[in-house]
């Protein structure tokens, strides 16, 4: 019999994984059915993917395989609870940031829990993904949520903490690349670009620094150097960013969504 894999929350992530997923074909031995909050974003839904999309949460109990995509707060405060039906050993998968496993199997027990972290450029096959397996995991199960996800980018199994650890670093990265990428093209537009350019070159720039760490596999140190000429131009705009604190605000940065990503697990936030 077909698997019935249900998808709660299709939004930006969830819908990213969703996508990459049905694209993938990974999942054409399935029946995928999605809920989301309002009629409007069912119906959208429904007409873009051809699966069965609702915005009423019923028949958890039919589900062989849930996707959760709804935000920590929706999860712990109103989702979670909808659950309680589901069958014995319903494999479910959690992307929600902060809410961590003991949580899951202590709402529902009856289920096996996985906890992935995506990321954002998962939409268009370039993402990272950790996985990790709850205490009813298992090597079949994992290898299963991995296939599932390669389509996706670049996944790795780690423990929940490594998990927690990179919702941090990669899970919310994609917003510091952006955040970094706005930055330089203002400070063109500052030395006299037009925006069109200084966006064109920011974004270029990136994806080719980006895409040179991966190819060459050689440590970002080693790649900046051969960018800065002895008494040249590069080595002053870092040593002026430096001066800046770029880098102790990056650490900063990743630090502070760690702690709060930790904040969302506990239930009054
Ligand atoms: N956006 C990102 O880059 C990343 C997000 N995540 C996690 O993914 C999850 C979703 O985040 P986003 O996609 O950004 O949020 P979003 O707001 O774009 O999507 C949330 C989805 O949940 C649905 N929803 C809301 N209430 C619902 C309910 N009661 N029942 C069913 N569906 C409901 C909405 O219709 C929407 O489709 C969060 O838990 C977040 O921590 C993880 C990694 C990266
Ligand atoms: O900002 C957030 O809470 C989510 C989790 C990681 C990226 N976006």
């Given at each position: 019999m077909k698997k019935r894999i249900l998808f709660i929350g299709i939004g930006a992530m969830g819908g990213a994984v969703l996508r990459g997923c049905l694209t993938s074909g990974a999942m054409t031995d399935a029946d995928v059915v999605g809920v989301v909050n309002t009629k409007i974003h069912a119906k959208a839904l429904t007409e873009e993917l051809g699966i069965p999309v609702s915005a009423e949460l019923n028949?958890?109990?039919?589900?062989d395989v849930i996707v959760l995509g709804v935000k920590p707060q929706i999860l712990q405060s109103s989702v979670l609870a909808q659950l309680?039906?589901?069958?014995?050993?319903c494999l479910i998968i959690s992307m929600a940031a902060g809410i961590p496993l003991g949580t899951l199997e202590g709402a529902v027990p009856q289920a096996i829990w996985y906890r992935i972290m995506p990321n954002m450029p998962a939409a268009i096959g370039a993402g990272f993904v950790a996985v990790t397996a709850g205490t009813k995991g298992n090597d079949c199960l994992t290898a299963w949520v991995t296939n599932l996800l390669n389509s996706l980018g670049e996944s790795a199994v780690v423990s929940e903490a490594d998990l927690e650890r990179l919702g941090a670093l990669a899970g919310a990265g994609p917003g510091y690349a952006f955040v970094i990428m706005d930055a330089l093209s203002d400070a063109g537009v500052r030395i006299g670009l037009t925006r069109r350019l200084a966006l064109r070159a920011a974004i270029q720039t990136l994806y080719g620094a980006g895409l040179m760490a991966i190819k060459t596999e050689q440590h970002p140190a080693v790649l900046r150097d051969k960018v800065t000429?002895?008494?040249?131009?590069t080595i002053a705009g870092i040593a002026a960013m430096e001066k800046g604190g770029l880098r102790s605000a990056l650490h900063d940065g990743v630090v502070a969504c760690y702690q709060r990503a930790q904040e969302l697990g506990k239930k009054e936030n």
């Open positions: 028949d958890v109990d039919s589900a309680s039906k589901v069958k014995k050993d000429s002895p008494g040249g131009t």
